[in-house]
C-alpha cells in the first residue's frame, strides 16, 4: 500500500529480468555499488526502433475512423436508448477534438502490441503473474497469433516489478475514455499505460520501481488467469477486430511495419 496518496502501486510481470550493460566502475559511481543491479524497461518503440510519432496521423486516422463506424453501429441498433446515444456522441466528440486524445492513442498502441513511447503495468497482481509465467511463442501457420503456454522450467527466474508511479507517468484510459468504447483487452488486464521517458532519458521509468520478486518457476504458484480471458477473442473484442481488419488495407510502409506488431493470443 501507499502512504503516499500522490504515489499509485502498479505490476509489471516479465519472463526474465533485462539488464542495461554498464561497466563494474560506471555502476560503482552511479549507484554506490559495482554489483548493483540496472534494470532495462526501455519502451517497445526503444526496442524495436519503431516510433510511434512517425505514424501518428495514420494511427489517430484509424482510431477516428473506428469511432465513427462504431457510432454509426450504435444508431442503427436499437437497444441504445437515444439519450446514452447523445452521450456517447458527445464524448466521443470531446476525446477526438480534446487534448487527452493523443494520450488515449499512445495507451490503446501499447495495449494491443503496438510499438509505443510506454510500458504496460497493471493494478492486479494476478495479471503481473500471468505475463511473468507465461510463453508466448507466434504460430507458424497464422499471423498475428500468439501461442501461449506455462513457464515452468528452472533455467532462469521470472520476475515481478512493483512501481510508485506518479500522476504524470501514467496514462489510465479508463478515464479518458468515451462511455461506450470497447476496450476489451485493457480492461481484462486491469491494464495502466506508464510513460517511460526519451532521448538520453528512455530508462528513467527505472526510478519509480521499488521492488522486484523474482519468482521460482518451478514453483507451484496456482492456477493463472486463463489466456482466454487476459485476451478476449475476436468474437469479444470489436476493437482489436477493426485493428487486424486495418492490417490488410495497408499504409505507408512505416505504418504497415508498425501494425504487424498487432497480435492475438491462445
Known amino acids: 500500500m501507499s502512504a503516499d496518496p500522490a504515489l499509485k502501486i502498479h505490476y509489471r510481470g516479465q519472463q526474465r529480468e533485462h539488464t542495461l550493460s554498464r561497466s563494474e566502475r560506471a555502476r560503482q559511481i552511479l549507484f554506490g555499488d559495482a554489483s548493483a543491479i540496472e534494470p532495462s524497461l526501455l519502451a517497445s518503440s526503444s526496442r524495436l526502433g519503431l516510433s510511434l510519432e512517425t505514424v501518428a496521423p495514420e494511427w489517430s486516422l484509424t482510431v477516428q475512423m473506428f469511432i465513427s463506424q462504431y457510432v454509426t453501429f450504435l444508431k442503427n441498433s436499437k437497444w441504445v436508448s437515444q439519450?446514452?446515444?447523445?452521450d456517447v456522441c458527445a464524448q466521443m466528440t470531446n476525446l477526438v477534438s480534446g487534448y487527452s486524445f493523443w494520450a488515449f492513442l499512445l495507451a490503446m498502441a501499447q495495449h494491443y502490441g503496438l510499438p509505443s513511447a510506454g510500458l504496460d503495468v497493471t493494478s492486479s497482481v494476478d495479471?503481473?503473474?500471468?505475463?511473468?509465467?507465461?510463453?508466448?511463442e507466434q504460430d507458424?501457420?497464422?499471423?498475428?497469433?500468439?501461442?501461449?503456454?506455462?513457464l515452468n522450467t528452472t533455467d532462469q527466474y521470472s520476475v515481478i516489478y512493483i512501481f510508485s508511479n506518479t500522476e504524470r507517468f501514467?496514462?489510465?484510459?479508463?478515464?479518458?475514455?468515451?462511455?461506450?468504447?470497447p476496450t476489451a483487452r485493457p480492461d481484462a488486464q486491469s491494464?495502466?499505460?506508464?510513460?517511460?521517458?526519451?532521448?538520453?532519458a528512455r530508462n528513467a521509468v527505472a526510478e519509480r520501481l521499488f521492488l522486484a520478486l523474482y519468482l521460482d518457476r518451478s514453483y507451484d504458484w496456482g492456477p493463472l488467469p486463463e489466456t482466454s480471458t487476459m485476451f478476449p477473442g475476436p468474437g469479444?473484442?470489436?476493437?482489436?477486430?477493426?485493428?487486424?481488419?486495418?492490417?490488410?488495407?495497408?499504409?505507408?510502409?512505416?505504418?504497415?511495419?508498425?501494425?504487424?506488431?498487432?497480435?492475438w493470443a491462445t
Not at 491494464?191 to 538520453?200: K, N, P, R
Open 83 to 86: 439519450r446514452t446515444l447523445d
Open 127 to 136: 495479471v503481473a503473474l500471468y505475463f511473468a509465467l507465461t510463453g508466448f
Open 140 to 150: 507458424p501457420h497464422t499471423p498475428h497469433l500468439q501461442r501461449t503456454k506455462r
Open 170 to 181: 501514467l496514462i489510465d484510459f479508463s478515464r479518458i475514455r468515451p462511455i461506450g468504447f
Open 191 to 200: 491494464a495502466h499505460f506508464l510513460h517511460t521517458g526519451w532521448g538520453l
Open 236 to 263: 469479444k473484442d470489436v476493437f482489436g477486430s477493426f485493428l487486424h481488419e486495418a492490417i490488410l488495407k495497408g499504409g505507408s510502409s512505416e505504418f504497415s511495419e508498425f501494425m504487424q506488431r498487432f497480435y
